[in-house]
């Protein structure tokens, strides 16, 4: 019955495997910077949009300030060039020109306002692309790790599997079909060693009796009385 212990022990390690590959730490890890990620993600794409905005605000300041000097040229070119001589109208060229200044100081001063707002906002978009570009290199290695593991995992399971496949030809079909059985109800451990009188599986110190009775009986199964598992006295 030696070679259902080995089976046991193959049969844990394959089920261990298989919890870790279905939690892996390098996969919980990978998610959370992805989550990190698209939060970031939102974060960066709005900064983008307000340095869009804030520059399209800008360009419509340098444009307005931009017509403004035109018109300035031109009413002071009407100005000098001697072609006005009514003294009103030279006045009212005088005061548009003084309205136009105005105009185009208060222009000035806003545009003044936008360029340091568009200077924050330039700096903070550049740290937000620092930072993702920082965790997308996170990101690369938490993948790798992962892979890494998930192949060492499906590496260790392959040759369980083997060892798997040499085991079982060696069991009777109807121990077997019993080991599977009592492992699915068992929590995945379906034997027991029997060390010093007591089943390792469950821990429990078999009766005297039932110990009396497995030194006498020469029945190949037996199982433990208290868990109901197959126990296997190791060799050695
Ligand atoms: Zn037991």
């Known amino acids: 019955m030696r070679p ?12 261990r495997l298989n919890q870790r590959k279905a939690d892996l730490p390098e996969q919980r890890e990978l998610d959370e910077l992805n989550e990190q990620r698209s939060g ?4 960066h794409a709005e900064a983008q949009a307000s340095l869009d905005s804030v520059a399209r605000e800008q360009t419509k300041l340098e444009t307005e300030i931009q017509q403004i000097d035109d018109k300035v040229s031109h009413e002071q070119s009407r100005l000098y060039s001697g072609e006005v001589s009514n003294p009103k109208e030279l006045a009212n060229i005088q005061a548009e020109l003084d309205a136009l200044r105005r105009r ?7 545009e003044l306002e936008v360029m340091e707002r568009r200077e924050t ?17 996170k ?6 790790r992962r892979d890494d593991a998930s192949i060492e995992i499906e590496n260790e399971l392959k040759r369980f599997a083997e060892e798997r496949a040499q085991l079982v030809p060696t069991i009777h079909p109807e121990v077997l079909a019993l080991y599977e059985d009592i492992r699915a109800r068992r929590g995945g451990v379906a034997v027991g060693a029997l060390v010093d009188g007591t089943c390792r599986a469950c821990g429990l110190p078999l009766s005297p009796m039932q110990r009396d009775e497995i030194k006498r009986s020469d029945e190949p199964i037996i199982r433990c009385e208290n868990c109901r598992r197959l126990l296997v006295i190791p060799e050695g």
């Open 4 to 15: 259902l212990l080995d089976l046991q022990r193959v049969d844990s390690g394959i089920d």
């Open 121 to 137: 906002i330039e700096n903070e978009h550049g740290d937000l692309f620092t930072s993702l570009a920082e965790l997308d290199g």
């Open 40 to 43: 970031l993600a939102v974060t």
């Open 104 to 110: 185009k100081s208060h222009l000035e001063d806003q």
């Open 139 to 144: 990101i690369a290695d938490a993948t790798k």
